[in-house]
């Protein structure tokens, strides 16, 4: 029989035990109850992800790009000029058929129709007062009465109806505080309102405005005994109501306005605003107004008879107003008058008379660069861009240069130029088209 030295055959089924003093491995015991061990392991494990740390810092360095650029991006350059003026529009205005207290009964700035009432004169102040409260009940009244609809009308049921609703009507409050638009807040907030009350009727909640629709009601019946005594004023002829009078109407011939000096135009703007007479207010007999202002006749050279204008008023919301240049009158002093028209009305445009303006004079639009990113290649002006690590030129066309302020852009549907987004290169040297980054 043949015998066999060295390790024993281990049986099937067998555990095998792990004999550590035959070990090739050795064994290391980790007292981490001595301080002064734990304090060495902190350290080279803190000096490990700190060697780490810098290669990675020192490998991204070593890729990045050794270029400075610059992304393009479009940006418009408007040239203006301020000027002082005066709203000019066909008027009449409307004397009160009576002593006492004016209520108007349309909005400011309406258009009207000949024989449409505008106006109510109370002989007593009290019962004009009373007018006015009983407009603001009948306002509510309506209001609350959308809301009793609701709870018999369609319900959405979807929430991102409600949602896209009210985000909407909130912006809507939002913006017209913004542009401080006063005159419509109160609309705003009441549709703001009502989206909100739709969505608690859809989720089950009861809303009963039944007692509050009571009140209302015996309010309304309170206040309705004041119309018993009054005078209507009614629209001569066709028009824009407005309810004030400033003693600027008629203070110049409308049919002339095209050919107003300048000596007028400083005549107006010194002539003090004042009214002498009963009135209820006004009619704007045609629909275009103008606007005359004097500038320096040099400043005036870009500005074209029969082109649109923008002009920016500070007075109004939405302050931006495209006009139409309808005359440039010179006054052989280096000073030039410019007639604008337009026949936008509304209530805000009906009150404007002595305004402040900036005069829009031309715009630019292009992307905007520092002036060591433009090079010439060929003869060609244009940029170098990287696209990932390869250099290529692209064919700038220079479109407003002053001071430090440079805006290039293209050709339109010519290839090769800069485009929108691309990395313009800055400074560098030994750049040309094609060229590798490493």
């Known amino acids: 029989m043949r015998e066999y030295h060295g390790t024993p055959t281990r049986k099937k089924g067998e555990i095998k035990k792990f004999d550590h003093k035959k070990s090739r491995f050795t064994n290391i ?9 734990t304090h060495i392991v902190i350290a080279v494990l803190t000096l490990i992800v700190l060697v780490y740390g810098i290669y990675q810092f020192m490998m991204l360095e070593k890729n990045k790009s050794p270029l400075t650029t610059q992304t393009a991006l479009e940006r418009t350059i408007t040239k203006s000029i301020s000027a002082d003026g005066v709203v000019l529009r066909q008027e009449s205005v409307l004397p009160s058929v009576a002593s006492g207290t004016v209520v108007p009964e349309i909005p400011n700035g309406s258009k009207v129709s000949k024989g449409d009432t505008v106006a109510s004169v109370f002989t007593s102040a009290s019962d004009a007062a009373n007018v006015l409260r009983l407009r603001d009940v009948e306002d509510e009244i309506a209001y609350y009465e959308s809301i009793e609809a609701l709870s ?3 319900v959405y049921t979807d929430v991102e109806t409600f949602r896209h609703n009210i985000s909407k009507s909130l912006n809507a409050v939002t913006d017209i505080i913004d542009k401080n638009d006063l005159a419509n807040l109160g609309e705003a907030l009441q549709d703001l309102s009502l989206w ?7 989720t089950g909640t009861a809303v009963d405005v039944s007692s509050k629709l009571n009140a209302l009601e015996s309010l309304r019946l309170r206040y309705s005994g004041v119309y018993n005594n009054y005078r209507s004023v009614t629209a001569e002829e066709s028009g824009y109501y ?3 009078v400033d003693g600027f109407e008629g203070a110049f011939d409308y049919d002339s306005v095209l050919s107003i000096s300048t000596e007028q135009v400083d005549a107006l703007l010194h002539r003090s605003m004042h009214t002498s007479g009963a009135y209820v207010g006004k009619l704007i007999t045609q629909f275009n107004w103008y606007y005359v202002c004097t500038i ?3 400043d005036s050279d870009k500005l074209k008879t ?11 919301s939405d302050s931006e107003l495209k006009m139409t240049l309808r005359a440039k009158n010179p006054d052989g002093a280096g ?8 026949n936008l009305m509304n209530a805000e445009i009906a009150s404007l008379r002595l305004e402040s303006a900036s005069i829009m004079l031309e715009s630019y639009t292009g992307y905007q ?3 060591s990113a433009l090079r010439k290649v060929d003869g060609v002006d244009g940029v170098y861009v990287q696209d990932g690590n390869i250099v290529h030129f692209r064919k700038a066309k220079k479109i407003y240069a002053e001071n430090d302020i440079i805006l290039i852009g293209a050709e339109e549907g010519e290839p090769g130029y800069v485009r929108l987004y691309d990395e313009i290169i800055l400074e560098g040297i030994d750049l040309y088209d094609g060229k590798i980054i490493n």
């Open 29 to 37: 015991d980790f007292n981490t109850s001595n301080p002064v061990l």
């Open 152 to 154: 018999f009308g369609t």
């Open 196 to 202: 909100k009350t739709r969505q608690q009727i859809s």
């Open 242 to 244: 407005v309810n004030v």
């Open 296 to 298: 320096p006749e040099s």
């Open 306 to 316: 029969g082109s649109a204008v923008t002009l920016r008023f500070p007075s109004l």
């Open 335 to 342: 000073n030039v008058t410019l007639v604008f028209s337009s």
């Open 369 to 371: 660069v520092d002036i």
